[in-house]
Nanobody
Framework: VQLMESGGGLVQAGGSLSLSCGAS????????MAWYRQAPGKQRELVAR???????DYADSVKGRFTISRDNAANTVYLQMNRLKSEDTAVYYC?????????????WGQGTQVTVSS
């Protein structure tokens, strides 16, 4: 299974960006798709996740500004980021928990840089 991210880039504070991540390969069911981020010198942290049934979960720091959504048919997850702040600057990673045959496995994308200028 491969996760291919797109989007990201440079934006001014207060602006918006959209990320997308598509999963390809031998996939039975994607239990969960999520976005994590890692800023320089900090640990990787969960930004938002969406499970197979559609329930979502957000980090407190992004609630009300970011929206995660999912296209199950396309095995794609999106992250709409609004009212961006300088502290949102990080490498954003896509993550998926995928059922392959009878096992659940974890996969990561390569990461995409989001830079918010103040």
């Amino acid at each position: 299974v491969q996760l291919m991210e797109s989007g990201g880039g440079l934006v001014q504070a207060g602006g918006s960006l959209s990320l997308s991540c598509g999963a390809s390969g031998t996939i039975r069911i994607i239990q969960e798709m999520a976005w994590y981020r890692q800023a320089p010198g900090k640990q990787r942290e969960l930004v938002a996740r969406i499970v197979d049934g559609g329930s979502t979960d957000y980090a407190d720091s992004v609630k009300g500004r970011f929206t995660i959504s999912r296209d199950n048919a396309a095995n794609t997850v999106y992250l709409q980021m609004n009212r961006l702040k300088s502290e949102d600057t990080a490498v954003y990673y896509c993550h998926a928990m995928v059922i392959i045959n009878v096992a659940t496995r974890s996969f990561w994308g390569q990461g995409t840089q989001v830079t918010v200028s103040s």
